[in-house]
């Protein structure tokens, strides 16, 4: 822990950490001293002057350094000749800082003053109003009389749009430069900018398409004024009619906690939600969200949703009720003999799947997690993260070893806080830097401020953690490796971080991964975690990039991956459930002569083609839980009324059982949970009520002062759990065997790669994205599209998983040459592994 | 002054002092090739300390107690501020254009003294002509060998390089400066950090103005005494002063630090225009409070020391004189015009202040104001200073704070004409 000093501020004594700003200190006493232009994230500048206040330090004789006293005993203090603003001044020991004189208030007033001379007074129209910074410091500190004239101000463009998602309003910007530090310093996308000089300073966007940036949506929150808006919030709603629900994000395995504002239209009487907006978590997703989170939410109340239960009669399926639809289940189920398979998604709740595997179990069925790609679920809940590892406040003493991940596309938050932790820019007290080691066969957003960086080729990630293992053992086949390094330079300079550092955390992704694969690659990741002995404990273990957002709750649940096609697995089965899982949308076609009942929140491939469709709701329409990848369990809420034929999961499923005579339907979600909490060894603590849990968090976000850490949301939903591995309930985990994996061969490899601008089906109907989603296409190396005379922006086809699928071609540096790059979630047949493919040009140049 | 110092070329026999032949014929690089061979870096540092020498771009802070800070981290840079941007000064491009040799090798002296082997000269965008000229000069010091690798066969390399800037006024204050060479933004850094500890690219930095730099192959050629005998006890050396304005022969004038206003203006300059008489003086071109032009301002020392006692600064001696003819409202106006358009726009009071003050003197000068209006004038300027990020906030007050107490009458000579216009048009 820093060292603490003391320093007074208006008179009352504080103790805070050596190298706090003033701003801060203060803060921590509740004496809120104004600011605009700072924010507790961002490295400080000093440039909006709200903050001054007045400064002084004990005088020191000049001679022997002693400090000078008052005849009443009280140190000498030396005051500054002039205001110092308190978000530049770090304290020092014994300063005396006063924010009530009539000077700092004269200043307060003066600033105000001076930045409303050129802002419109059109609070009335305004999307901040309400919640807005300047209006409230205007109403604490302004004056209530202009004294500027209104035809001398300037008037300037009020519409600009700087991409597709976020606009700007260059008569309400106070030139704070939030926006652009937080782009240039947090999220190292700087695609905005200060352009011209004076009055005329003006934020502009230097990118094509505009503001392109996954992140920003979060520069509309931190704005204290209504300069920035999004597209989707933009003059949608006022601030204070809104209802506010926590809930978190179901798009990746970070697990974003969100804040869902919801309002009740005047016109009709249904409620919709208005805005996501980040809920601060600071293990988790500190005060920010990515795009996709923040705008990916329109699926919910899509036209394509189910609305009723329907059962297939003489070929089509019609509406019924849920007292049929389930009757027919419960016979054809008992009827079947076990010969029952289940396919659940990894989007479904901790609770759905909780009550899923129960049902198929006590019918004797099998069941599997879908897609189920990714495999290392039970490594993660043996040697995982340790509890409170905090990803961005990693220093010197760890290293970070990322490996098949593009992690800016799987799991944004997880970059962001991985980059934080690399480079420590914006305000960081502690400016020791993680060593970040990226091991990808491709460049991706990572190298650029990774320390190392290790190349492999596609298939050889078990190897490369080995051959890496086996420099970190120096030879000595002590630590798991049995491939030598050989000359390969990065290899050893990477294991000679890992070595000389105290912690180790691997985050292992899917990219090329095949079930098999990555099950093999978790397995030598832990190994070599298990051996350097950075298991069990803060800042060390394995962190896998899961496709989804519960797929480690599903691991949890016991719906593990079948590691083959839903359509291998449901082969022999009589009876097909399925909940949450479109196989037959993804190219696994399911048996014609098998009864196949789906809950489903859309009329998706799959469910078209079922004797029963039951609806269920989604996640903002109910209680349950998510599992983040490291392990943490958090607590989402009802956040929109569902109609009563709309029906959770865990009740869909709980339901059937009863009906069978196999179980009970439980009270709510908090009781699926108790009874998880019973069953489930990791979460035998775990209750909806520490779930809900909320402790002080720093820096302190919403409430009264939005002005500090612009428009957030206070955590009051929960901070969510993390399990404990099972090496820090104090087994003792061993590394296992490495199997072998059989690589494919071929002239040209497709690659499975995740992109986070997807096709999928939560993610594609929010129209507002739509422009930033890419047609369905692949990616080429510059050598093989001149061999396969393919040329950037073709039509070509190639054949997967046995359909011929056209896509277009991008032609790029950065793909290994033989390697073809096919993006998962884009509208095509699923990859599970490397596959050969063959490229045919059917359209030369047919995308401009 | 018998002898030029600094505007050489003025010198019988040294017109051509811009060849580098010439240059080198009359005692050219002599001083840096003793300090790169027989001195080390502290010795130069000793040396300049010495001497007294004050910089010469307007804040006349101590050279070699600057050069003494840098932080103990390498890389480092010296960076020449040839910015030249305060309305009324033109030292600098006379200096490059005509004595650039002289220039180059304080800047390099000052490079060995720094230990950076990498050195900029930051031009105005005005001297992009200048600039091509100094970097054809720079290649000839590379081809001599007194740039490049193993300068006279010892362990020290230096290159020069020029940077031009994109014409804003806020890029001659060195923080500002920095962030332009490095292709950000012109807008000034917070300080501290220091160019000397956190500079060019976050390394140890000196920054020195060209005419400073220019003064350093003296010192070292002729020493510390002799240059300590030059001026005045805390204003040492010669310093070219810039007289514009309303005086009858204009221009850069090289004198002893220390002359007095009425020397440099009635003696060397031949007085006022039209011979009428004067009403203010400018002393340090936009940024300076006017003076007027009272017997104790013109017996006043042209000193960093004894300026600041009558109420203004010496800065970077660019004197630009105000007849009696001239409104010293509308000189505050010319004057905020230029500020408000060269506000950078990084910090509210500045950005905000100007325009205002800006408008709110427009309006005074035609006649449209109100006295409430030159009293909030004087308030919004109260507003502004001492509350900026950067010093070019307080200059921008300067006039209006001296305009208005030291010549009030101008600027109720506007307000009657509003009120009687307004007057009149009651009564018609």
């Known amino acids: 822990m820093t060292e603490s000093i003391l320093v007074n501020i208006d008179d009352k004594e504080v103790a805070v950490p050596k190298g706090t700003l003033v701003v801060d200190a203060a803060k921590r006493v509740d004496n809120d001293i104004p600011v605009f232009c700072y924010h507790p994230k961002l490295d400080p500048v000093g440039m909006c002057r709200m903050c001054l206040v007045e400064v002084g330090t004990p005088l020191r004789d000049k001679e022997t350094g002693e400090m000078m006293f008052e005849e009443n005993g009280q140190p000498t203090i030396n005051w500054m000749p002039n205001l110092q603003t308190a978000c530049t001044m770090v304290v020092s020991d014994g300063m005396c800082i006063r924010t009530t004189t009539s000077q700092v208030t004269r200043a307060r007033k003066d600033v105000v003053e001076f930045l409303l001379t050129s802002h419109p007074l059109d609070c009335p129209v305004c999307d901040k109003g309400g919640e807005c910074p300047l209006q ?37 910007c106070i030139q704070c430069a939030r926006c652009t530090r937080f782009q240039d310093e947090l999220v190292g996308d700087s695609v905005i900018g200060f352009d011209e000089r004076g009055r005329s300073l003006q934020i502009i966007t230097h990118s094509d398409p505009g503001f392109d940036s996954y992140f920003s949506g979060n520069t509309t929150d931190i704005c204290p004024v209504g300069a920035l808006t999004t597209t989707d919030f933009r003059f ?114 901790n609770e759905d799947l ?186 060390n273990g394995l962190i896998p990039v899961w496709t989804h957002c519960n797929t480690q709750g599903a691991w949890d649940m016991g719906v593990k991956p079948a590691g083959v096609s839903a359509t291998e697995f ?115 603590d775990i209750s909806y009520e520490n779930l809900a849990a909320v402790e002080e968090q720093w820096p302190d976000i919403g409430g009264e002062d939005s002005y500090y850490g612009g428009t957030g949301f206070q955590n009051t939903g929960g901070l969510g759990v993390q399990t404990l591995s099972l090496i820090e309930s104090g087994f003792s985990v061993s590394p296992g065997d490495v199997d072998p994996i059989g690589l494919a061969t071929g002239e040209l490899l497709g690659v499975p790669v995740t992109v986070l601008y997807d096709r999928g089906s939560t993610f594609v109907k929010s129209e507002i994205m739509n422009s930033r989603i890419s047609d369905p296409y692949i990616e080429i190396n510059v050598g093989d599209a001149l061999t396969h005379n393919v040329t950037d922006g073709d039509m070509v086809s190639l054949i997967l998983n046995g359909k011929e ?33 063959n490229i045919n040009t059917i359209d030369h140049g047919s995308k401009e | 002054m018998t002898e030029y110092l600094l505007l050489r070329h003025r010198n019988r026999g040294e017109e051509n002092i811009a060849d580098l032949d010439t240059y080198l014929s009359l005692g050219g690089f002599e001083a840096y090739e003793r300090v790169v061979t027989t001195m080390t870096p502290q010795e130069v540092i000793d040396i300049v300390k010495a001497s007294g020498l004050r910089g010469r771009g307007g804040a006349g802070f101590p050279t070699g107690v600057k050069w003494s800070f840098l932080s103990d981290r390498f890389p480092r840079y010296v960076v020449a501020n040839s910015d030249e ?36 000269n930051y031009c105005r965008g005005e001297f992009w002509e200048l600039t091509q000229v100094l970097e054809s000069k720079v290649r000839q010091l590379n081809d001599r060998g007194l740039l490049g690798r193993r300068i006279f066969d010892t362990d020290y390399s230096l290159q020069i390089n020029h940077h031009l800037g994109a014409g804003a006024y806020i890029c001659g204050e060195e923080s500002a400066l920095l962030e332009s060479i490095e292709g950000k933004l012109g807008q000034p850094r917070l300080k501290p950090p220091f160019p000397a500890d956190r500079g060019l690219y976050q390394l140890p930095t000196v920054v020195n103005n060209t005419e400073t730099l220019t003064n350093v192959p003296l010192i070292i050629s002729r020493g510390p005494e002799w240059y300590k005998s030059i001026g005045t006890e805390k204003s040492c050396g010669p310093k070219i002063m810039c007289l514009s304005g309303h005086a009858k022969h204009p221009g850069n004038y090289e004198t002893p630090l220390g002359i007095t206003f009425r020397e440099l203006i009635f003696d060397l300059a031949g007085g006022i225009r039209d011979d009428k008489a004067l009403k203010a003086i400018m002393p340090s071109g936009a940024s300076a409070p006017f003076l007027p032009a009272s017997d104790e301002v013109l017996d006043t020392p042209l000193t960093y020391e004894d300026i600041p006692k009558i109420g203004s600064q010496l800065g970077s001696a660019s004197i630009i004189l105000l007849d009696e003819t001239v409104d010293i409202s509308w000189a505050a106006l010319k004057t905020m015009k230029f500020f408000e358009h060269e506000s950078c726009g990084k910090c509210t009071p500045c950005r905000e202040g100007t325009y205002w003050m800006y408008h709110l003197l427009g309006r005074i000068n035609s006649d449209k104001a109100e006295q409430a209006d030159v009293d909030l004038l004087g308030e919004v300027a109260q507003q502004v200073v001492g509350k900026c990020l950067c010093p070019l906030g307080d200059f921008a007050t300067s006039a209006v704070f001296s305009g208005i107490e030291l010549f009030q009458q101008d600027f109720n000579l506007h307000i009657a004409t509003a009120v009687n216009g307004k007057d009149d048009s009651n009564t018609k």
């Open chain 1, 570 to 684: 449901v082969a022999d089965a009589d009876v097909i459930l399925l909940a949450g899982a479109d196989p037959v949308g993804d190219g696994e076609p399911l048996p014609e002569n098998s009864f196949v009942v789906v809950s489903e929140l859309f009329k998706t491939k799959t469910a078209i083609s079922a004797d029963v469709v039951l609806p269920a709701q989604a996640f903002v329409e109910r209680e349950g839980s998510y599992t983040t990848g490291d392990r943490r369990v958090q607590r989402f809420y009802p956040a929109l009324p569902c109609s009563e034929n709309v029906l959770p999961d865990w009740e869909i499923f709980q339901r059937i059982a009863n009906e069978m005579g196999v179980g009970d339907v439980s009270a709510g979600p908090a009781a699926v949970m108790r009874q998880i909490s019973l069953q489930v060894p990791q979460y035998r």
């Open chain 1, 805 to 837: 699928r056209e896509l277009i071609a991008r032609v790029s540096n950065d793909v290994p040459q033989g390697a073809v790059l096919i993006p998962r979630s884009m509208d095509g047949p699923m990859l599970r592994g490397v596959v050969p493919v």
């Open chain 1, 136 to 172: 409230n410091l205007t109403m604490s500190h302004g004056s209530s009389e202009s004294r500027f004239l209104l035809e001398e101000k300037m008037n300037i463009e009020k519409h600009v749009p700087l991409g597709d998602l976020i606009f700007l309003d260059r008569e309400r």
């Open chain 2, 85 to 120: 941007s305060e309305p009324g000064t033109f030292k600098d491009r006379e200096i490059m254009e005509q004595n650039p040799f002289q220039f180059l090798e304080g800047l390099m002296i000052c490079a060995y003294a720094a230990q950076a082997e990498v050195a900029y």
């Open chain 1, 236 to 349: 949608g709603a006022r601030p204070w009619e809104l209802a506010h629900t926590p809930s978190v994000c179901p798009h990746c395995p970070v697990g974003c906690n969100l804040h869902i504002n919801t309002r009740r239209s005047g016109q009709d009487g249904n409620w919709s939600i208005k805005r996501v907006m980040p809920r601060q978590n600071e293990q988790v997703n500190e005060i920010w969200i990515c795009d996709k989170g923040r705008f990916g939410h329109h699926f919910v109340n899509n036209s394509d949703r189910l609305t009723a239960p329907m059962v297939r009669r003489h070929g089509e399926l019609v509406e019924t009720s849920w007292d049929v639809a389930l009757g027919l289940v419960s016979e054809k189920l008992q009827s079947s003999n076990g010969s029952i398979a289940g396919i659940a998604g990894e989007r479904l709740s």
């Open chain 1, 354 to 539: 909780f009550a899923f595997r129960n049902l198929i179990q006590v019918n004797e069925g099998s069941v599997s997690q879908w897609p189920g790609l990714l495999g290392g679920g039970d490594l993660v809940q043996k040697v995982g993260v340790g509890v409170d590892t905090d990803l961005a406040k990693l220093g010197s003493d760890t290293a970070i070893l990322v490996i098949a991940s593009d992690l800016s596309e799987e799991a944004p938050l997880w970059w962001f806080k991985v980059r934080q932790a690399a480079t420590k820019l914006g305000a960081s007290l502690d400016k020791s830097r993680a060593a970040l080691i990226v091991a990808n066969a491709r460049e991706t957003k990572l190298d650029k401020i990774a320390k190392y960086c290790v190349r492999y080729n596609y298939g050889d990630e078990v190897r490369t953690i080995l051959a890496l293992s086996h420099a970190v053992s120096d030879g000595n086949t002590g630590i798991m490796g049995s491939i030598a390094a050989n000359d390969n330079d990065d290899v050893i300079a990477a294991a000679k971080a890992i070595s000389a550092a105290k912690n180790l955390i691997i985050i292992y992704g899917g990219e090329g991964q095949s079930y098999a694969a990555s099950n093999a690659l978790a397995q030598a990741c832990s190994n070599l975690l298990i051996a350097k002995g950075n298991v069990g404990k803060k800042d």
